[in-house]
């Protein structure tokens, strides 16, 4: 496609509420309190995670960025070729621990890339050298304002709760969703975001870790444009699989086990690509429940993922797991995550040191994958 089809980024493509930080104090309450109750909801005694708490395994990994790509994809950390080691964190996408049957098939994928100078968007180590892009098996999020967001929150936190009571729960929970529990307008009853919530709970297969595909969902400055972000499995990833299909039904840990034996088993590849947004009408900023059409911009690659075999099982994988932490905004400039929900999840980082601080874990950014994995 030519430059001059894609939309250049300007302030006015977005939509942020004016009262966004009132909105935010109490979104980051109900984290940090989320986090401070963890041990004992959770049953672990220690703080987990809010979002993604069930890690599958961290792996190491290299990010190559590409040679001879097209200079509008060529934007930001994209825009020298060169290698960059990586830590890959593989995990349920559900906000509790539990067998994977229970979870549900949201997986998500969190990469941290080593060695990329500039300041980063956050409070917490601006001028650390890492880079963070925290994606998950879905292409929409399930809520699109500040407003929804919290009152969504609270509703698929209690998820386990409505679906133990079988035909009766799931009413009252679409009915919640909708309503935010009657606190929303009927003006403002969030039908967009129950549509794309049970899409995203009916439709979402069952898939080995390794042969799907991770978006950022929401979209992100892309140098002088608008973009979304991927991983997609490399197609030859397919033919050297041992786990082709899976049965979360057989047993309580079903991804865990199997990323372990494919890892131990082979080296597996993803195609970083990027997304450019060409018509702010189907492929909008600030409505996260609309998925990009591909017809109207496909994605390019711009960088390749590789894992190297490796053993990643044991208790010592998910200790080193736990201590990290990976924020959306843990970016430069050039790729600041756009739109009301996007600034929103700002806010896990409130939830991470929360989290880091019960557990006494450190609450420093990592030089290098070697640090992290010895």
Not at 231 to 240: F, G, T
Not at 249 to 269: C, I, K, N
Not at 274 to 288: H, K
Request: proline letters at 7%; a negative charge; one cysteine or more.
């Amino acid at each position: 496609m030519a430059p001059s089809e894609f939309i250049r980024y300007t302030p006015e493509v977005e939509t942020i509420d004016p009262d966004i930080d009132d909105l935010l104090a109490p979104i980051i309450e109900f984290w940090e309190k989320k986090g401070r109750e963890s041990p004992k909801v959770e049953g672990t005694g220690r703080a987990v995670r809010g979002a993604h708490p069930k890690s599958f395994g961290l792996a190491r990994a290299e990010v190559y960025i590409l040679h001879n790509v097209p200079p509008a994809y060529a934007q930001g950390i994209y825009a020298e070729p060169g290698r960059h080691g990586a830590l890959l964190r593989f995990s349920s996408a559900a906000s509790h621990l539990g067998a994977d049957a229970r979870l549900g098939t949201g997986l998500g994928c969190a990469i941290k890339i080593f060695d990329v100078p500039g300041v980063k968007l956050v409070e917490d180590e601006p001028d650390s050298t890492t880079f963070d892009l925290v994606l998950k098996n879905n292409t929409t999020f399930i809520a699109n304002t500040a407003r929804h967001y919290l009152l969504i929150e609270e509703v698929v936190n209690d998820l386990p709760e409505y679906v133990a009571r079988g035909k009766t729960g799931f009413n009252d929970l679409l009915a919640d969703f909708l309503t935010g529990k009657g606190k929303l307008e009927r003006s403002d009853w969030a039908w967009d975001e129950m549509f794309a919530f049970v899409r995203t709970a009916t439709q979402t297969p069952v898939r080995n870790p390794l042969l799907t595909t991770y978006t950022t969902m929401g979209a992100v400055l892309h140098g002088d444009y608008i973009a979304k972000v991927r991983i997609a499995p490399a197609p030859h990833n397919a033919s050297h699989v041992i786990h082709h299909e899976l049965d979360v039904e057989s047993r309580p840990d079903v991804f865990q086990p199997t990323l372990v034996d494919e890892l131990q088993a082979g080296s597996f590849d993803f195609d970083l690509q990027v997304q450019l947004c060409t018509d702010l009408d189907a492929m909008p900023v600030n409505d996260l429940t609309v998925e990009w059409p591909e017809d109207r911009s496909p994605f390019v690659t711009v960088a390749r993922v590789r894992i190297p075999s490796q053993d990643i099982s044991g208790p010592e994988n998910f200790e080193r797991s736990d201590a990290l932490a990976f924020n959306q905004w843990r970016v430069t400039a050039e790729h600041r995550p756009l739109g009301e929900i996007m600034q929103v999840r700002q806010i896990y980082s409130a939830s991470a040191r929360v989290r880091r601080a019960y557990n006494h874990q450190p609450q420093v950014e990592p030089k290098s994958a070697d640090e992290v994995l010895p």
